[in-house]
């Protein structure tokens, strides 16, 4: 098998920018953002990933993953945190299955 190549091309400037603005809007909306903002990082890390020269895509929205935050939100405080973990895994699935492969011609067009 083959050597797996990972590169990132992320800027920290950038990572600043999506930070600074998903604090100030989490804060705003008392936590309500927090959907809109983990869907807005892994946009961000998504973008700037590739594998083997593969780009992916990001194209899951804060309003599809809104409701299951709030489920899991909701029974973590019921169960005094013991849900935290399954509740994690929920969501890392969800964000999981949100990736998609991109061709290579949309990847050309692809600005990182």
Known sequence: MGKIRLNFYGKGENLLWINLVNFFLILITLGLNIPWAICRYN???YRNLSINDKRFKFVGKGSELFPLYFVVSLL???TLGIYIPFG???I???LASKVEIIDSDEAENFDI
Do not use: A, E, P, V
């Open 43 to 45: 946009r961000w890390y």
């Open 76 to 78: 973590s405080i019921i």
């Open 88 to 90: 994690y895994c929920k």
């Open 92 to 94: 890392m699935k969800w």
